[in-house]
């Protein structure tokens, strides 16, 4: 699970600056250096809320006098029409970090709103449903971390703390025995999952010492099949095929995850506006 405190917000919003404000916003220079403003940040549809942090690490790397007050945090539900900060102080650093803000929030509370509606939909099963690496270029903690924020679970960061066996691995190596054998042997103290495509293949990596098996598009009488066969001596995850309609479905076969790309993949920005507040 990917941990607040050990992503670089720092850092990472710096870069987003840098990329809008280049050498300066020419707009915001319209403004005299000294007003100050109060403005709004209003939510028109119903999300679940994450990027708080980032937020408001935009406004204290403008100006640390900016003053942010939050209506709710991150992994709150909000209805249309909600009011979701307050902020007031100088008037160009507010109009300067509009947008980076609201892009961190916007992006953020969209991943999280879809990671929401993915956990509402296996409620009661006890199904974990898990991010994949498929996200957006750059984005990849933020979004893993909006992804815990909706009440969905990370699957592996990376390509570094865990082996996850797939097709291609599978054919380079020769053989799905021979890649879980390798992999065990090579890194006893790191989890080893291997994608398998058939149930011949599933007894092939249990048979060679897996203890985390992909069920790759297998169809709901398979999913059933593999269960059965493996009677809880291996962790299977489902994948492929998987959206809203059908997750359910999945779900009740009796597999452990449900590893879902679209999480963090079709991504549909939540719908917030920053207003000025008339004094």
Known sequence: ???????????????????????????????????????????????????????????????????????????????????????????????????????????????????RRYADAVDGTGVRILDTRKTLPGLRLQQKYAVTCGGCDNHRIGLFDAILIKENHIKAAGSVSVAVRTALAMAPDIEVEVEVESLAELSEALSAGARRVLLDNFSLDQLRAAVSLVGGAARLEASGGVNLSTIRAIAETGVDDISVGALTKDVVAIDLSMQFIDD
């Open 1 to 115: 699970m990917i941990a607040l405190e050990s992503i670089d917000i720092g850092v990472q919003v710096g870069l987003a600056l840098q990329e809008d404000l280049g050498s300066g916003d020419r707009t915001a220079a319209l403004i005299p250096a000294d007003a100050s403003s109060r403005v709004k940040v209003i939510s028109r549809e119903a999300a679940v809320i994450c990027g708080v942090a980032w937020f408001d690490e935009v406004f204290r790397q403008l100006d640390d006098a900016i003053v942010i007050d939050w209506h709710c945090r991150d992994g709150d539900r909000v209805e249309p029409d909600s009011l979701v900060c307050e902020l007031r102080g100088n008037t160009r650093a507010l109009l300067s970090g509009e947008r980076s803000a609201l892009n961190y929030l916007q992006v953020l509370s969209g991943t999280a709103t879809l990671a």
